[in-house]
């Protein structure tokens, strides 16, 4: 299971990292919120996948590694396998964003219920 772990875990800090560096490039290019969502999508797509293939990451093997039928496989070690690992990270980073943005929106409404302290 330590190989799961270190899948997710590397998966998880690279979807982090394509998310924010997607949201600094949205917020420069359309603080107004005018382009559809889709290009966002898009744009994390492209950003992972360069990630993957400029850091050469292939996380594919090492999942097709936990699939017993596939522990022997070398489908996927190439640019193919970069290039969907890259998919993957961009897909993912979308998940980050809506978790980044739950706890975002969790933490101004604690704020904002908080008593705000009095000065004497």
Same mark, same amino acid.
């Given at each position: 299971?330590d ?15 394509v ?19 889709? *290009?966002?999508?898009? /744009? $994390?797509?492209?950003?992972?996948? =360069? %990630? @993957?293939? +400029?850091?050469?990451?292939? #996380? ?10 596939f ?11 970069? *290039?969907?690992?890259? /998919? $993957?990270?961009?897909?993912?980073? =979308? %998940? @980050?964003? +809506?978790?980044?943005?739950? #706890? ?17």
């Open positions: 299971m190989t799961a772990a270190g899948i997710l875990a590397a998966l998880g800090a690279l979807a982090i990292t998310e924010k560096i997607v949201s600094f490039i949205r917020h420069v290019l359309d603080p107004t919120g005018k382009f559809p969502t889709w *290009v966002w999508n898009v /744009l $994390a797509m492209l950003v992972g996948i =360069g %990630f @993957a293939l +400029g850091w050469q990451i292939n #996380l594919l093997p090492a999942v097709l590694k936990l699939i017993p039928a522990e022997t496989s070398s489908a996927l070690t190439g640019t193919s396998g970069q *290039v969907l690992t890259g /998919l $993957a990270i961009g897909g993912a980073s =979308g %998940f @980050a964003y +809506g978790v980044l943005q739950a #706890l975002e929106a969790t933490v101004h409404r604690n704020r904002a219920m908080t008593p705000k302290a009095t000065q004497t």
